[in-house]
């Protein structure tokens, strides 16, 4: 099922399939929310909180998914017998209850069960992608409608004040069908523009906040804001837990493995799904306080650089967080260098902002102004970062490997496209 889910469910869900990303949903939202809309028409978002999603799937619609998806009847056999007259029994302080059937809901740490989910849950994004009554949020002249991580939905919605009753019949007929259930109380609205505050939301059944979290994120309306929510937040955590930690007796090799385990992945989890520019000095501040941190507040008696060796090279593999955040900004860069960048909802939105090829941009000269062809935010602090990564591992001419089809620098490829 692994196997062929790829092929049965849209690129908008990324929870749990093989070869998609969080990020992906992330990068698309900021793509959203932070590049210049060409409409007056309001627009917001819709953050869906499921009551207990994976408990409340219907078993009979579950099947009848499987069977209009094409799974043949041979694993849907197999599926249903998992899910034959299963019992269960509620235990507390060792007293038990008698046992009872169960009726739906996939299973609690059944590696099948998000498999599963995302294709019970599939048939509502299909409705909300083909229904015209649903009207998406359109950026460089693509609808963007929903988004999901599981059972985390983000619907992008413009003229909400038409949109948003449709919607909430379409989850209401959902849940009739499948039993899954929204609650609209602890659903989020979001207004992307400042045309949305112009219409009555205070009149809709969800919360209005001015940022929200969002698979692990906190969103906000500007993007300059993510650092502070995000990063500045980061960083007080970390000094709180480094000051717990310092308490303790530890050698040098234990306090590294704290910053390895408990430090690096708060900030590599940021550093893949935030796309912003991040200053020196937020990287000097950090080692300033992880040095301090290993060497028990004394004087340092061995290099930094020498600790972030590997250990093969004399090193204790103390993290670099500037290369981490390098690394994984690199990660989503190479997307525009390949072929079928257009495939996912982020990338095709990045690509179609800008009036050359963004792998062009990444080869040409440092000191160009990109502002001349494209205003993507998200596009334009990518190329600082990758100019960053240049200037450090001295990459200033890249000429020699620039694409010639789409190339600005290449005057015949503007004539003959």
Known sequence: MEKVLPSVISQDQTGFIKGRHLSSNLRRLFNVIYSPAKSNTPEILLSLDAEKAFDMIEWNYLFTALEKFGFGPNICAWIKLLYTSPEASVCINKICSDYFKLERGTRQGCPLSPLLFAIAIEPLAVHCRNSYQIKGIVREGLEQKISLY????????????????????????????????????KSILFPVNSQAYNIKLDTLPFTIPDHFKYLGVNITSKHKALYQQNFGVCMEKIKQDLHRWSTLHLTLAGRINIVKMNILPKLLFLFQNISIYI??????????IITSFIWNSKHPRIRRATLQRPQAEGGMALPNFQFYYWAANIQAIKTWTQINAHT??????????????????????????????????????????????????????????????????????????
């Open 150 to 185: 599981a059972d985390d939905m983000v619907l992008y919605i413009s003229d909400p004040e038409n949109t948003v009753p449709t919607v909430l019949t379409a989850l209401t007929e959902f849940q009739k069908i499948s039993g899954l259930r929204i609650n609209l109380n």
């Open 279 to 288: 200053n020196k000095s937020f990287f000097k501040q950090l080692d300033s």
């Open 344 to 417: 996912q909802a982020w990338s095709a939105i990045e690509v179609k902002s800008c009036s050359t090829s963004l792998y062009s941009l990444l080869c040409s000269p440092i000191n160009e102004s990109y502002r001349k062809y494209t205003i993507n935010p998200i596009v334009l602090y990518s190329l600082r970062i990758w100019n960053q990564i240049r200037k450090h591992f001295k990459m200033e001419n890249l000429l020699s490997v620039a694409p010639l089809q789409g190339n600005h620098l290449f005057q015949p490829s503007q004539v003959y496209p």
